[in-house]
């Protein structure tokens, strides 16, 4: 399904046809126009060289995004290897206290009573 927005970018009107909904595409191009804008304000540089001075810090955040996510995966994977040791620990600490409960109930010294 393609959906047709046109957005306006510095002055220029652009036809974007994709299959994401109008909102989305429209809220991608006033992203894309308040970065030409602030560059073509800031940086006093022609059309040409904001699209492409905006292109690169798009890029660059994008790839600082993905390490950014990289690094939250890792840390993701990290606390669940240690939520698996620990309940492994858990575990064998249950047994252990169930194998304690048993020795202590042959013996005579239990009072019977066990959870």
Known sequence: M???VTVT??????NFVADESPEYMEKV?????KK????L??????????????????ADELFKSYEAAEK??????NYAD????????ASDLKREVFRLQQKLDSKGGGNGNRR
């Not at 970018?9 to 652009?14: A, L, P, Q, R, T």
């Not at 191009?29 to 126009?33: D, E, N, P, R």
């Open 2 to 4: 393609n959906n047709r």
């Open 9 to 14: 970018i510095c002055g220029e009107d652009y």
């Open 29 to 33: 191009g006033a992203f894309v126009g």
């Open 36 to 39: 030409m804008d602030e560059l």
């Open 41 to 58: 304000t800031v940086a006093k540089v022609g059309r040409t060289d904001a699209a492409v001075l905006t292109a690169v810090n798009i």
């Open 72 to 77: 939250l995966r890792s840390e993701i994977k």
């Open 82 to 89: 240690e939520a698996g040791r620990a309940q492994g620990e």
